[in-house]
């Protein structure tokens, strides 16, 4: 899950978003550009976020516990 290598439908099926850099803003920005800032910022979590999320749904998880809940394994009642 760390490093994924294209075997598992979660990573090879979700596509990491592009993100446009990070703004900077100086001590001297305005209130306008604080909050436009900011609004990007949200969007990037939202992003990120949401592409997370989505590779957690289409992921394998025989292949993200290593099959141990579907043997009987470890944290299996």
Do not use: C, F, I, Y
Not at 20 to 31: C, D, E, F, T, V
Not at 46 to 62: E, N, Y
């Amino acid at each position: 899950m760390v490093d994924p290598d294209g075997s598992d439908r979660g990573a090879a099926g979700t596509p990491v978003p592009v993100l446009a850099p990070a703004a900077q803003l100086g001590k001297g920005a305005s209130r306008e550009q604080r909050q436009q800032a900011n609004q990007q910022r949200r969007a990037r979590v939202a992003a990120l976020t949401g592409r997370w999320l989505a590779r957690m749904v289409a992921a394998d998880p025989h292949r993200m516990d290593g099959g141990a809940a579907h043997r009987g394994g470890p944290g299996v009642r």
